[in-house]
């Protein structure tokens, strides 16, 4: 509100002594209102910067969070949907090995569409307001893909566990 006075204080009084009473006017009339004629600037504060970031992260990882809800469902609903193709999958000689090859290329495609269709709007926005390429810090990038490997294996594998548990599919507590 400081920067928009201060603003209008040039607009409106111009230069020289005009400029000084538009100020002391718009000064009583708001109090404790600080006005300045030739604004700097505005820069944030350390403090609102650093509280920024905490609401910026405290949503992102909402958001992250229902967005595994969401893909740790889904995926577990295909994998048991899939039961009687892992049993015949499982007569064949496929096993654990060949699942978590098959969760870890599912995780790897994830990844790299979630890349590509990423990468579109953050270069358009980053190029357009900041005038630089967007970049991922290495900490958070190994937790992306930690959270989406995770993701993956708790979403394909534990719902076929069962299916892969006896030595044949018609054995043991899923029956056939």
């Not at 204080?9 to 002594?17: I, L, Q």
């Not at 892969?164 to 899923?174: D, I, K, N």
């Amino acid at each position: 509100m400081t920067v928009l006075m201060a603003r209008l204080a040039a607009v409106f009084a111009g230069a020289g002594a005009a400029a000084g009473a538009v100020a002391a006017a718009l000064a009583a009339a708001v109090p404790g209102a600080r006005v300045e004629t030739s604004p700097a600037p505005v820069r944030v504060a350390a403090e609102a910067q650093a509280l920024t970031e905490v609401v910026t992260m405290a949503a992102v990882s909402v958001i992250g969070g229902f967005t595994v809800i969401a893909v740790l469902s889904t995926l577990s609903l295909i994998a048991f949907g899939r039961r009687p193709e892992l049993r015949l999958l499982r007569l064949a000689g496929a096993g654990r090995r060949t699942l978590r090859l098959e969760a870890a290329a599912m995780a790897l495609t994830g990844l790299a569409v979630g890349a590509a269709v990423a990468t579109v709007p953050l270069l358009a926005f980053s190029l357009g307001v900041a005038r630089t390429v967007p970049y991922l810090p290495p900490v958070p990038a190994v937790v992306l893909v930690a959270v989406v490997a995770a993701t993956t294996g708790a979403g394909t594998l534990l719902p076929a566990r069962a299916v892969l548990r006896g030595r044949y599919p018609g054995s043991g507590a899923t029956g056939g």
